[in-house]
């Protein structure tokens, strides 16, 4: 089983390890912060260095418990090798900054317009992050106001809260999935990893996130889209010009 750094510490862009298999071109590690697929957000890349040569990660993918790191070209490389990793962090943390705004701008249709509907799915880019909702009065002008609520919450500097609780404690905190086979995956589960935006909202997740809410910068409603009585799409960008703002 992998040591998952990226779990311990989202900010981590470096690391040691030691190959333990090689197959074609996937590796596996004893430990890594490389993030794989998962929960809606696009694994890293990056590179693993051994010795004066360079193997690029282009894909990372779960693999049962383990982490399937797959190369452009493994020649060279075999198990228990040392080799540095480096994930390609300017785009990770575009993904950990939309991860945050997407549970922001969810947190905010459940505690104040949960009566009117519901996020269906959802998917971050790099570049942008698009969320679905069952939500029949959901309009343009209804998605710039709870982007303005959201935009509010990102100045406010609000901690994002990740830790982990036993499946009692999460059962009793309610809520904390939004799906189906979210609420049946919680009950499968001894510890379950919860990500809370303080004073708003917490959910159930694996995945990676910025620590302060003001690192995301302001958004904008990029797309709004209307698939029908119920299916809305909302798409969400950095707005032009906007840099983070240091904390
Ligand atoms: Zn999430």
């Given at each position: 089983m992998v040591e998952r750094l990226y779990l311990k510490d989202m900010y981590m862009k470096e690391f040691d390890a030691t190959v333990t298999k090689?197959?074609?071109?996937r590796?596996?590690?004893?430990?890594?912060?490389?993030?794989?697929?998962?929960?809606?957000q696009p694994n890293d890349t990056g590179r693993l260095v051994s010795g004066s040569i360079e193997f690029?990660?282009?894909?990372?993918?779960?693999?049962?418990?383990?982490v399937a790191h797959v190369l452009r070209s493994a020649d060279g490389l075999k198990a228990g090798d040392a080799v540095r990793g480096a994930i390609d962090w300017e785009k990770r943390y575009a993904y950990m900054k939309y991860h945050t705004a997407l549970h922001i701008f969810d947190g905010i249709v459940v505690a104040r317009h949960a009566n009117a509907g519901f996020s269906t799915g959802s998917q971050i880019y790099?570049?942008?992050?698009?969320?679905?909702?069952?939500?029949?009065?959901?309009?343009?002008?209804?998605?710039?106001?709870?982007?303005n609520q959201t935009n509010m919450i990102i100045d406010e500097g609000r901690r994002i809260i990740v830790r982990e609780v036993g499946r009692d404690e999460?059962?009793?905190?309610?809520?904390?999935?939004r799906t189906e086979p979210g609420r049946e995956l919680i009950m499968k589960l001894d510890i379950v990893r919860i990500v809370e935006i303080e004073g708003?909202?917490?959910?159930?997740?694996?995945?990676?996130?910025?620590?302060?809410?003001?690192?995301?910068?302001?958004?904008d409603l990029s797309a709004f889209t209307s698939k029908g009585s119920h299916s809305k799409r909302v798409e969400l960008r950095m707005a032009q010009g906007s840099d983070e703002i240091p904390v």
């Amino acid at each position: 089983m992998v040591e998952r750094l990226y779990l311990k510490d989202m900010y981590m862009k470096e690391f040691d390890a030691t190959v333990t298999k090689v197959d074609g071109t996937r590796a596996w590690l004893d430990r890594t912060a490389f993030y794989p697929t998962g929960g809606g957000q696009p694994n890293d890349t990056g590179r693993l260095v051994s010795g004066s040569i360079e193997f690029d990660v282009v894909d990372v993918r779960k693999d049962g418990g383990d982490v399937a790191h797959v190369l452009r070209s493994a020649d060279g490389l075999k198990a228990g090798d040392a080799v540095r990793g480096a994930i390609d962090w300017e785009k990770r943390y575009a993904y950990m900054k939309y991860h945050t705004a997407l549970h922001i701008f969810d947190g905010i249709v459940v505690a104040r317009h949960a009566n009117a509907g519901f996020s269906t799915g959802s998917q971050i880019y790099a570049d942008r992050v698009r969320i679905d909702f069952d939500m029949p009065e959901l309009n343009r002008e209804l998605a710039q106001e709870i982007l303005n609520q959201t935009n509010m919450i990102i100045d406010e500097g609000r901690r994002i809260i990740v830790r982990e609780v036993g499946r009692d404690e999460a059962l009793r905190m309610g809520n904390l999935a939004r799906t189906e086979p979210g609420r049946e995956l919680i009950m499968k589960l001894d510890i379950v990893r919860i990500v809370e935006i303080e004073g708003l909202d917490a959910q159930m997740d694996g995945g990676l996130h910025v620590l302060n809410s003001r690192e995301i910068g302001r958004l904008d409603l990029s797309a709004f889209t209307s698939k029908g009585s119920h299916s809305k799409r909302v798409e969400l960008r950095m707005a032009q010009g906007s840099d983070e703002i240091p904390v």
